[in-house]
């Protein structure tokens, strides 16, 4: 009698972090994948998505219980899929962004609803370097703000994954973007992504070479995600009743602001916006991952692959993030 595959459980490589801290607590383990569930399809995985959010939850900054997966995103093929699957097939190339942490594996069940399947023109690698962080610049251009042409944006860490997309795109919907970055070697980067200037943020005044850089014009919006070492400043290049959108915290956790500090700068507005809430409709997903697409297959959007690890060698690809070597995205091969 021959073997059910269908119901067979497979060996899968998956990082498991069993207490917070360094890299060094990322761990590969060999565990038993069990089959998909009726509304899953279990995705053989070609390369992993990195994003700055999972350096927050190996740390537990974003703490999670423990012991606990990591990753959030991936591509890949589907390779089994459950009775009530309606819509994938075996063999699909699908990504995902959204379907709790777990990516850092060879394979994953994942429910159907949390699937797009991946376009012809883009490969699985330019996928993950661009689904995550091109979710979040979607829901940053479109919902937060939509973005105006002549608009003047200040986007931080413009040569960094998320930075160089909302750069592309903002600039691609015409507004102006000056880019800030935290080291003069990631300028040229920023300015390949269309910054008309760029700031570095580790020049005490960085705020007063904003200004300079725009002849005094303040921004319409400032995207801020490196949040405690920049925020307080960023206030100050938000012009009278334009928008603060602090989205991230990669130098720590901004710290609080006054409400009367808004009124004093000019009646602000300010937001800390998630790409999850904005994703978590599936069909408002799929109509934003449409949206992404729809500017990838314009030319609006690209990022550069700034490096590729392999998963053995996943505890390298943190530090390299950590330490701020990398510019654009980082894709880990499985
Ligand atoms: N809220 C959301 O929906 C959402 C979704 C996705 C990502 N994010 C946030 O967006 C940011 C960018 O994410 P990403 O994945 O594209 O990462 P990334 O921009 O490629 O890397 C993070 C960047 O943060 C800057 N940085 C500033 N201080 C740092 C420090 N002390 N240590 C390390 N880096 C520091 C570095 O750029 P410079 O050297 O140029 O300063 C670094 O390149 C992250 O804060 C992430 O958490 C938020």
């Not at 565990?31 to 899953?40: I, Q, T």
């Not at 850092?104 to 330019?126: C, F, G, M, Q, W």
């Not at 009124?263 to 991952?289: E, I, M």
């Amino acid at each position: 009698m021959g073997i059910d595959v269908t119901m067979a459980t497979i060996r899968n490589r998956a990082v498991l972090v069993s207490e917070f801290g360094p890299p060094s607590v990322m761990k590969i383990v060999t565990e038993e994948l069990p089959p998909p569930d009726a509304n899953e399809v279990q995705v053989r995985h070609t390369a992993i998505g990195f994003n700055f959010i999972d350096i927050y939850q190996r740390k537990g900054i974003y703490p999670l219980p423990l012991p606990t997966r990591l990753g959030f995103e991936a591509a890949g093929f589907v390779e089994r899929i459950g009775a009530g699957v309606q819509n994938l097939r075996i063999g699909d190339r699908v990504v995902y962004m959204n379907a709790g942490v777990g990516a850092y594996s060879d394979r994953r069940n994942v429910a159907e609803h949390k699937l797009v399947r991946v376009p012809d023109a883009i490969d699985d690698e330019t996928a993950v370097s661009l689904f995550f962080k091109g979710m979040t610049a979607q829901y940053l251009i479109r919902h937060t703000h939509a973005v105006q042409p002549d608009e003047l944006l200040l986007v931080h860490s413009a040569a960094g994954g998320v930075g160089q997309i909302l750069t592309r795109w903002a600039t691609a919907l015409g507004a102006r973007v000056v880019g800030a970055t935290g080291t003069a070697k990631k300028r040229q980067a920023a300015l390949d992504a269309g910054c008309i200037a760029v700031v570095d943020t580790s020049e005490d005044g960085w705020a007063d070479a904003f200004l300079e850089a725009t002849g005094g014009e303040k921004a319409h919006v400032v995207y801020d995600a490196v949040g405690k070492d920049t925020v307080m400043h960023s206030l100050d290049c938000v012009r009278p009743f334009g928008l603060l959108v602090v989205y991230g915290a990669s130098s720590g956790k901004a710290p609080a602001i006054e409400f009367e500090t808004l009124n004093a700068k000019g009646c602000l507005f300010l937001t800390r916006p998630s790409v999850f809430p904005h994703n978590a409709d599936p069909a408002r997903f799929r109509a934003n991952a449409a949206d992404l697409f729809d500017a990838v297959e314009k030319g609006h959007v690209s990022v550069e692959i700034g490096q590729r690890f392999a998963l053995d060698d996943i505890v390298e690809a943190h530090r390299a993030a950590e330490e701020r070597r990398v510019s654009g995205a980082i894709v880990v091969i499985p």
